[in-house]
């Protein structure tokens, strides 16, 4: 029983990460008014679904719960760190998808020092890949 127990907690730090990472999202857009790039947007499409499935799959142990919610961590992962590639320079301009509105190579808003947003989602995304990834190979019948 110690070994389900410990396997538990490997599902139960991705949620966490999922957890925390979408109300940060909902407090940076509702509560300090800064509008998201396109780019935060599909990372917030991947991540929102995260604190769902995961919290679901926390609460009635089913493994099944992180095997739904890897394609959202792997999806979220790479748009974060095409991002983080775009805020760095790595990214040739003419590759920026943002349009009208808050630029997606220019982030504002720092966290922690000098911490972008787009940086924290990099590690949000590989933390949660991460802890699932675990998980399933310990589960694995």
């Given at each position: 029983m110690q070994d389900k127990r410990t396997q538990w907690w490997w599902l139960m730090a991705a949620w966490a990460v999922a957890l925390i990472s979408t109300l940060g999202a909902l407090f940076i857009g509702e509560v300090m008014g800064m509008t998201p790039c396109v780019l935060c947007w599909y990372q917030r499409i991947a991540m929102f679904?995260?604190?769902?499935?995961?919290?679901?799959?926390?609460?009635?142990e089913d493994r099944r719960g992180a095997v739904y919610a890897m394609p959202f961590a792997l999806a979220g992962l790479a748009l974060a760190a095409y991002h983080c590639a775009l805020i760095a320079g790595w990214v040739p301009q003419w590759w920026?998808?943002?349009?009208?509105?808050?630029?997606?190579?220019?982030?504002?808003?720092?966290?922690?020092?000098?911490?972008?947003?787009?940086?924290?989602?990099?590690?949000?995304?590989?933390?949660?890949?991460?802890?699932?990834?675990?998980?399933?190979?310990?589960?694995?019948k």
């Open positions: 679904p995260l604190a769902i499935i995961l919290g679901m799959a926390v609460f009635t920026v998808p943002c349009g009208t509105g808050p630029s997606c190579s220019q982030q504002a808003l720092v966290i922690l020092g000098d911490i972008q947003i787009p940086w924290l989602s990099l590690a949000a995304f590989l933390a949660i890949a991460a802890a699932l990834t675990i998980y399933l190979i310990r589960t694995r």
